[in-house]
């Protein structure tokens, strides 16, 4: 059974209606994602990717490859231009999900992690309120099992229990990456997704982040798309592997494959680059 089938998912940014050739005048083989007939910005298109119950897929590609726009589609926080996206829990079209129906979807079966942590948090809320929004929002009504709910939570993801009623403004960025983890696991979702996970963290802060996350991931059994530049990150975390380029998907396959014998030469100076 497949939990997330995307096909053609497509996003085109611009003031200026699309010219109609915005897609066939951009990608790899143009080496830009701009039109230059019209202007409009093709952030990413044609995208077909899968995701199986409790895999890790990891999205690759340096900046302005696409990979936010495609992980911000598919957590229904941005409208698609095009495109259809099975999600099993849901009944239809994903990307065509009503403003309730991706409330719920957002509150019980998809969890956000946010590159940038004002995406995803409220910093004026004590971190414990930050969690316990998530539940209150699925339906959770009795105080005590929602306080009882959010403590599990914080030792689950190592963040201090004591520290649960401070704001989370005076939290440091390593824990405010661990709130937005018990945030998004809260309702127990089938799918997380990962977007920039170790953004401003220092290098043994992303460790030990990245290092919990694997281990709620495997204990669960949660499919989860992880967007990253950071091949490091997908290597330590995915199953599968797709590789980005001016919106376009170029290379997939499981990661250990693509990470020793990348097909593509764009693949190869990537993971080269960082060697």
């Given amino acids: 059974m497949t939990l997330l089938d995307a096909e053609n998912v497509t996003r085109f940014y611009g003031d200026a209606p699309p010219c109609g050739r915005c897609v066939d005048l951009t990608g790899p083989e143009h080496g830009r994602n701009r039109c230059p007939e019209c202007g409009t910005v093709v952030a990413c298109a044609d995208v077909d990717l899968s995701v199986e119950p409790g895999e890790v897929l990891g999205v690759v590609g340096e900046s302005g490859s696409g990979?936010?726009?495609?992980?911000?589609?598919?957590?229904?926080?941005?409208?698609?231009?095009?495109?259809?996206?099975?999600?099993?829990?849901?009944?239809?079209?994903?990307?065509?999900a009503n403003y309730e129906e991706r409330v719920d979807l957002r509150n019980e079966h998809v969890g956000m992690v946010h590159q940038h942590v004002r995406?995803?948090?409220?910093?004026?809320?004590?971190?414990?309120?930050?969690?316990?929004?998530?539940?209150?929002?699925?339906?959770?009504?009795?105080?005590?099992?929602?306080?009882?709910?959010?403590?599990?939570?914080?030792?689950?993801?190592?963040?201090?229990?004591?520290?649960?009623?401070?704001?989370?403004?005076?939290?440091s960025g390593g824990m405010q990456r661990r709130v937005q983890i018990a945030k998004a696991i809260a309702n127990d979702p089938e799918l997380v997704i990962l977007d920039e996970p170790t953004t401003g963290l220092d290098v043994s802060v992303q460790?030990?982040?990245?290092?919990?996350?694997?281990?709620?991931?495997?204990?669960?059994?949660?499919?989860?798309?992880?967007?990253?530049?950071?091949?490091?990150?997908?290597?330590?975390?995915?199953?599968?592997?797709?590789?980005?380029?001016?919106?376009?998907?170029?290379?997939?396959?499981?990661?250990?494959?693509?990470?020793?014998?990348?097909?593509?030469?764009?693949?190869?100076?990537?993971?080269?680059?960082?060697?």
């Fill in 119 to 171: 995406d995803g948090l409220n910093l004026a809320f004590t971190g414990g309120g930050n969690v316990a929004e998530t539940l209150l929002a699925a339906g959770h009504r009795n105080f005590e099992d929602v306080r009882s709910r959010v403590r599990d939570l914080f030792e689950e993801t190592e963040v201090p229990v004591d520290r649960m009623d401070d704001l989370t403004n005076t939290y």
């Fill in 67 to 96: 990979k936010s726009s495609l992980a911000e589609m598919l957590a229904l926080d941005l409208a698609a231009t095009d495109g259809r996206v099975e999600f099993d829990p849901h009944d239809g079209d994903l990307l065509a």
């Fill in 207 to 275: 460790a030990r982040v990245l290092d919990m996350f694997r281990r709620i991931q495997r204990e669960q059994g949660v499919a989860t798309i992880v967007v990253s530049h950071d091949l490091g990150v997908v290597r330590l975390l995915a199953d599968r592997t797709v590789v980005m380029r001016h919106g376009r998907i170029i290379e997939t396959g499981l990661t250990d494959r693509v990470m020793e014998d990348p097909q593509r030469e764009y693949t190869q100076k990537l993971i080269n680059s960082v060697i």
